[in-house]
């Protein structure tokens, strides 16, 4: 599929899902299924009880993991959040750098940008701030931020080199990313490829394992595997042979 199809697809689905406040999109966690909640979709991919209170708004359930939890951020650290949506990982990363610090968040959905901002107005946080933008052309400096994190979201754009090449590009020497990830552990049909629900959902352009990984390598990071949930598949893929990878990527 062309690729401005893809994002195209992308931009309609995450904006239905913004605008319906992440219910009934058959969006929940990327995966389309039963109606769990956001919350117990945030609990079963590892955030706490504590850090899904803080702007509950933003919970979308819309991720594979918690980057900021595995995340090694630190008081005055500038963070860059790939794929922000409505704020959650920003919002929780605020926490950990401070009023010293900074998150940028960046989204390729204007509707995603518009709650993302209302959210940190109504909950007063000033060392947030979200820009539209798409992550195989970062709006942001060169060699500007200390720690990416990234929730979900690298699978769904079409060119993948291009996410991670940008992404070291404005990582400071010695930046580190976080990133959980839908990879897939074998080859999906053609069919399935080309799915628009798929497409949308974090499958139908997620890359095999070793390919992702392999990218990544290739970009010129340092990549340690911190864990891998292939549990999620029956939880919300259908048992779909994927899994939430989650990495460290150090430049």
Do not use: W
């Not at 706490?48 to 594979?64: A, F, K, P």
């Not at 979201?153 to 996410?163: C, G, W």
């Amino acid at each position: 599929m062309d690729k401005k199809n893809i994002k195209q697809i992308v931009k309609e689905h995450y904006a239905e899902i913004a605008m319906k406040n992440g219910t009934d999109c058959c969006s929940n966690s990327c995966g389309c299924g039963d109606k769990t909640t956001n919350e117990q979709i945030a609990k079963s991919i590892g955030y706490s009880d504590q850090e899904i209170r803080t702007v509950s708004e933003s919970n979308l359930g819309l991720g594979c993991g918690n980057p900021t939890g595995m995340g090694k951020i630190k008081e005055g650290d500038v963070v860059l959040d790939l794929g922000s949506g409505a704020g959650f990982d920003c919002f929780l990363a605020a926490e950990k750098v401070g009023k010293s610090g900074r998150v940028i968040g960046v989204d390729m959905t204007q509707e995603m940008i518009i709650k993302a901002n209302e959210n940190a107005k109504k909950f007063d946080y000033n060392n947030v701030e979200f820009r539209l933008g798409d992550i195989e052309n970062l709006p942001v400096e060169s060699n500007s931020i200390d720690v990416i994190i990234s929730n979900c979201v690298i699978n769904l754009a079409p060119n993948k080199s291009k996410v991670f090449q940008e992404a070291f590009r404005v990582l400071k020497k010695g930046g580190k990313s976080y990133i959980s990830d839908i990879v897939l552990l074998e080859n999906i049909s053609e069919e399935q490829k080309e799915d628009v629900d798929l497409i949308a959902g974090c499958v139908g352009g997620a890359l095999l394992k070793d390919d992702y990984l392999r990218i990544i390598n290739e970009t010129g990071f340092e990549v340690k595997i911190l864990s891998e949930d292939k549990d999620i598949s029956k939880r919300q893929y259908q048992g779909i042979p994927l899994e939430s990878l989650k990495v460290e990527a150090i430049k």
